[in-house]
């Protein structure tokens, strides 16, 4: 089970880092992707990363701005954002596909890709 957290309000041009953790499992051999979901629109693509964390990947709209880590000895993913916008209001999911010999994940980060998923975590970036 994924469980995100660190999410909430923040003002234009602030930051804040959302985390994935895993409940009863190990996220080791894992590509670990966050989506994120405004009302209204598709569940998006925002990052992703690689099981050994040496391969991300980072929609246009965020590039620059967030950043995605992982730390396996902790069984933990985050996504570092920074210069937040309003445009980044949305609900932040967090998922996971076993794929220990993916060395490239750009391809892989599409929301077809990835069978589980947390429930995700609600980040709003207003005045």
């Known amino acids: 089970q994924l469980v995100e957290s660190g999410g909430g309000l923040v003002q234009p041009g602030g930051s804040l880092i959302v985390s994935c953790a895993a409940s009863?499992?190990?996220?080791?051999?894992?590509?670990i992707g966050w989506f994120r979901q405004s009302p209204g629109k598709e569940r998006d693509g925002v990052s992703c990363v690689s099981s050994s964390g040496i391969s991300t990947y980072y929609a246009e709209s965020v590039t620059g701005r967030f950043t995605v880590t992982r730390d396996n000895d902790n069984n933990k993913v985050y996504l570092q954002m920074n210069r937040l916008k309003p445009e980044d209001t949305a609900v932040y999911f967090c998922?996971?596909?076993?794929?220990?010999?993916?060395?490239?994940?750009?391809?892989?980060?599409?929301?077809?890709?990835?069978?589980?998923w947390g429930q995700g975590t609600q980040v709003t970036v207003s005045l």
């Open positions: 009863g499992g190990n996220l080791d051999h894992y590509v």
């Open positions: 998922a996971a596909e076993f794929a220990p010999f993916i060395t490239t994940v750009r391809n892989m980060c599409q929301e077809t890709k990835f069978t589980s």
